[in-house]
């Protein structure tokens, strides 16, 4: 088998392991998590053997002989225990690691294994021999289980998903063009056109089945997160209980990696910067113990990740007091926020606050970046907050990356395209609608709602559309209503990247339309950011 893979394998029993432990810690007497940890080292063990590393697979058979030897009570399951264990791992961990990259393990330190042979003597002479007869060994009929469980699975390089993926996408184009030349076909053949509404469907099925070979259970992204909060619960100072909903919603694999770390990130934020401690709870009448919760959800064909805490919330009249400060947005923009949209300002570049005094103050940190990575696998993230119910956070992100559903609109004689997951509605302009806040141009497009007024138009072309005199409608986002000439039509889509990565652009990318034309996809993050950047300036 491929080092690759098995140097996966060994990362996930590891984490594995990792969470049976503090699943351990919180309850000594659950058998469960104990049976869980020895089939986990026992998938270390078959791991390590195939690699040939015959230092690590020594050690995993210690490792194992102890985990056994809880199971069996000759060990007993406290903190001291579970403490040696987990130092282990983390040396086991950097074994693994060390043979991924070619290279001989190191010896393990002495301290270690000396905390080993004091546990094991302490055990009394008869203890100790059922441990030691017990190293390196698992019931049969567990590891007959495992390899009946691994019967039905096999792993495949992620590479060679991407590449299946990426024909698909080509695919997908082709067939977007064959539906859009039979249809202008005229007359049509009746034959041909039955080919290609049975060629669409079956390009469908195919792109469908290969993108949830992608999939992969959103557990895999909470997986390190117990450990996390664990630690800085203890670092801080802090009562923190974690709890996870949603760990079998499927999600892309490529969102998996990418949100690995922005995760990580906010439920930091949550612990460290909005929980309170123990006494400030306490004095406000919450328990002493706070509570960080993740959670995932299918939405249709998005899936909604949020992480929430019951701590001290998000002030946003001090958000608006540094965006202010920093110059993010001036004065006549901020007068027109709510504040839902006070309290998003935080992601902007800029408004990371400098000091610790209170409050939010330095719960912005790696907020801007986050949102950066969020936007780049085509999703939303907004931020509540109530100062007695804590602070949430939500992200919002398609369910695959592999196509992206796109509306082609019209812009005088060129066509652009932009996601379908930033489109509201559809609006008739009216002229009539149309005002002038503090100089900045805003439409009605309801009694007592008042959105930006962006004109594509003047903004892509340098030249403004007339409502009344211009074929336009309107596009409504959550950044404002986007005037075109006219909205054409939705299709999936395949993104190709644009040579323009050493520049800012108001494009993500490009696509083939069923007519085979080159189409820009308009990023409208980017372009609002840059006419707010220009309206503070």
Same mark, same amino acid.
């Given at each position: 088998m491929d080092t690759g893979i098995l140097t996966e394998i060994l990362a996930e029993s590891l984490l594995a392991t990792r969470q049976g432990l503090l699943q351990l810690e919180s309850n $000594?007497? !659950? /058998?469960?998590?104990l049976d869980a940890c020895c089939r986990t080292f026992q998938t270390i063990i078959d791991s390590a053997n195939a690699l040939g590393a015959h230092s690590l697979l020594a050690w995993c058979r210690?490792? !194992? +002989?102890?985990? !056994? +030897?809880?199971?069996? #009570?000759a060990l007993p399951v406290d903190d001291v225990t579970i403490g040696i264990l987990r130092r282990c791992i983390d040396f086991v961990e950097q074994m693994s690691e060390t043979v991924a990259r070619g290279n001989p393990p190191a010896p393990? $330190? /002495?301290?270690? %294994?000396? #905390?080993?042979?004091s546990l094991v003597r302490g055990l009394g002479e008869g203890a100790s021999e059922l441990l030691v007869g017990h190293m390196g060994a698992l019931a049969l009929d567990e590891s007959a289980e495992g390899a009946s469980a691994r019967r039905d699975t096999i792993r495949v390089e992620s590479s060679r998903l991407d590449r299946a993926m990426s024909q698909v996408g080509e695919l997908v184009l082709l067939r977007n063009r064959l539906t859009a030349a039979v249809t202008a076909m005229s007359p049509g053949d009746e034959n041909l056109v039955r080919l290609a509404r049975e060629t669409d469907l079956a390009v469908d099925d195919l792109q469908s089945t290969v993108m949830y070979l992608r999939m992969q259970p959103s557990r895999r992204l909470f997986q390190r997160l117990p450990q996390v909060v664990r630690d800085l619960s203890v670092q801080y100072g802090k009562r923190a209980r974690l709890v996870l909903e949603g760990g079998d919603v499927e999600i892309d694999k490529v969102m998996i990696e990418a949100l690995a770390e922005p995760l990580l990130a906010l439920v930091r934020n949550a612990l460290e910067h909005g929980l309170e401690c123990p006494r400030e709870r306490a004095a406000v009448g919450k328990t002493e113990i706070g509570e960080v919760r993740v959670t995932a959800e299918h939405l249709g064909d998005k899936v909604r990740i949020e992480v929430s805490d019951d701590g001290r919330g998000v002030d946003p009249q001090r958000v608006l007091s540094i965006v202010l400060a920093r110059r993010v947005i001036c004065q006549a923009d901020a007068q027109r926020l709510n504040q839902e949209e006070l309290l998003n300002l935080i992601f902007e570049e800029g408004a990371r606050p400098s000091d610790e005094a209170g409050g939010i103050d330095r719960r912005g940190v790696g907020l801007a970046r986050i949102r950066r990575v969020i936007q #780049?696998?085509?999703?939303?993230v907004q931020i509540k907050s109530n100062s007695a119910a804590g602070?949430? =956070?939500?992200?919002?992100? /398609? =369910?695959?990356? %592999?196509?992206? /559903? =796109?509306?082609?609109?019209?812009?005088?004689?060129?066509?652009y395209a932009l996601p379908v997951s930033l489109v509201d509605n559809l609006i008739e302009v009216e002229p009539g609608h149309l005002h002038n806040v503090s100089g900045r141009?805003?439409?009605q497009i309801a009694p007592g709602s008042t959105v930006p007024y962006i004109d594509l138009g003047q903004r892509l072309h340098g030249v403004a559309l007339r409502p009344g005199r211009d074929s336009c409608e309107g596009i409504l986002t959550e950044h404002g209503l986007l005037v075109v000439s006219a909205a054409v039509g939705i299709e999936d889509s395949v993104v190709k990247p644009l040579d323009i990565a050493h520049r800012e652009s108001w494009y993500q990318g490009a696509t083939i339309s069923g007519e085979g034309e080159v189409v820009l996809i308009l990023d409208v993050p %980017?372009? =609002?950011? #840059?006419?707010r950047a220009g309206d503070a300036a």
């Open positions: $000594p007497a !659950d /058998p469960e998590a210690n490792l !194992d +002989g102890l985990v !056994d +030897g809880l199971r069996r #009570s393990a $330190p /002495p301290e270690l %294994a000396e #905390s080993i042979q #780049s696998l085509r999703g939303r602070a949430c =956070v939500s992200i919002e992100l /398609p =369910v695959s990356l %592999a196509v992206l /559903p =796109v509306l082609y609109f019209k812009l005088r004689r060129e066509t141009a805003m439409v %980017a372009l =609002v950011h #840059s006419l």
